[in-house]
């Protein structure tokens, strides 16, 4: 595609429900990123994929969140059993390949309200 | 630990005039320094970024920014604003090529009176 599209653009959940975001990166991409933004907070990175593999989830901040790939293209992030805190923008990033040299693009984002 | 500080929240300014953001970075060593903006609805795009070499570098939309090693600065300019460059400015780092993190700043949004 021409870019990084995220789905679905606005959730609001109900506490203690599952719930999944998902990425579909640039065509081509092998590196693909999720990150967390909080009201007023910078970005915080929550986990990377070069290819089908996850080399470092220590950015998820709890058990409750998961992340896959398949095919080296879409991922899915999985929050269960939500709370509050897990109110926040969700962006998705990818990159020719993981590293810094490596422009990330950036999709529009998934705002999840858990009420 | 590594922490990249932006200290304007808020910043108004008129269309047309020049424009500062300041980011400064707590790390031993040269990261690599990036600027991004977000505009409403849309996503992040970088708008330029510092490895090495010039320490003034060019970017998109007519910004640029300086490294400056002895104040851990990397400030970003434009000479004369316009009513579109209206967003939220976020600086970030990375610790080296490697590392595929990017440690962010907090941002600083952009006001532009008419």
């Known amino acids: 595609g021409a870019g990084v599209s995220q789905s679905p653009s606005n959730k609001v959940t109900e506490k203690g429900k599952d719930v999944e975001l998902r990425c579909d990166p640039i065509?081509?991409?092998?590196?693909l990123y999720w990150y967390r933004q909080s009201l007023g907070q910078g970005l915080e990175f929550l986990i990377y994929?070069?290819?089908?593999?996850?080399?470092?989830k220590s950015g998820l901040p709890s058990d409750r969140f998961s992340a896959e790939r398949t095919g080296g293209s879409v991922s899915t992030l999985t929050i269960q059993r939500t709370q509050q805190e897990d109110s926040a923008v969700y962006l998705c990033?990818?990159?020719?390949?993981?590293?810094?040299?490596?422009?990330?693009?950036f999709g529009p984002g998934t705002r999840l309200t858990v009420l | 630990a590594q922490s990249v500080t932006q200290p304007d929240i808020h910043i108004t300014v008129s269309e047309g005039a020049s424009l500062e953001l300041r980011c400064n970075y707590s790390?031993?060593?040269?990261?690599?320094l990036f600027w991004y903006v977000q505009s409403p609805g849309q996503g992040l795009q970088l708008l330029l970024k510092?490895?090495?070499?010039d320490t003034l570098v060019q970017g998109i939309k007519g910004f640029e920014a300086e490294f400056k090693r002895s104040q851990s600065s990397f400030n970003l300019r434009k000479p004369s604003v316009h009513w579109s460059d209206a967003a939220e400015y976020f600086c970030a780092v990375a610790l080296g090529d490697s590392n595929y993190q990017l440690i962010w700043g907090a941002g600083t949004k952009l006001i532009i009176k008419p």
């Open positions: 790390y031993g060593a040269t990261p690599y």
């Open positions: 990033a990818s990159s020719l390949w993981a590293g810094s040299y490596n422009e990330q693009f």
């Open positions: 065509s081509g991409h092998t590196a």
């Open positions: 994929f070069q290819g089908n593999s996850a080399p470092d």
């Open positions: 510092y490895f090495s070499g």
